[in-house]
Nanobody, 122 residues
Framework: QVQLVESGGGSVQAGGSLTLSCAASVFANNMGWFRQAPGKGREGVAALTAFGTRTYYTDSVKGRFTISRDNAKKALYLQMTNLKPEDTAMYYC??????????????????WGQGTQVTVSS
């Protein structure tokens, strides 16, 4: 069982930056960040493997967001820069302990945090 707790969300103006953090109760294999805007499905934003050797990003955030993890602290981070109004969403930390699966399908992650809101105003 993996418990995840996100923090770091908030309201910023377009062009601003935020860093999201996720504290895990135990070490997890692949971890990632998903987001869900009102009226839309949950989409994969970024993910990385157990030791950070591979990272994945959805096209709309490439060059602006950076995912990282600190396994000693059992923590996952998402540095977000040059934020845009379309980045506004609830952001969720996700993890899985099994190997395999996609990085972007919510159904491939078995553990979820409660979410942290990110609001970007124009």
């Amino acid at each position: 069982q993996v418990q995840l707790v996100e923090s770091g969300g908030g309201s910023v103006q377009a062009g601003g930056s935020l860093t999201l953090s996720c504290a895990a109760s135990v070490f997890a294999n692949n971890m990632g960040w998903f987001r869900q805007a009102p009226g839309k499905g949950r989409e994969g934003v970024a993910a990385l493997t157990a030791f950070g050797t591979r990272t994945y990003y959805t096209d709309s955030v490439k060059g602006r967001f950076t995912i990282s993890r600190d396994n000693a602290k059992k923590a996952l981070y998402l540095q977000m820069t040059n934020l845009k109004p379309e980045d506004t969403a609830m952001y969720y930390c996700a993890a899985r302990t099994a190997f395999g699966g996609s990085w972007y399908l919510p159904s491939d992650f078995g553990y979820w945090g409660q979410g942290t809101q990110v609001t970007v105003s124009s």
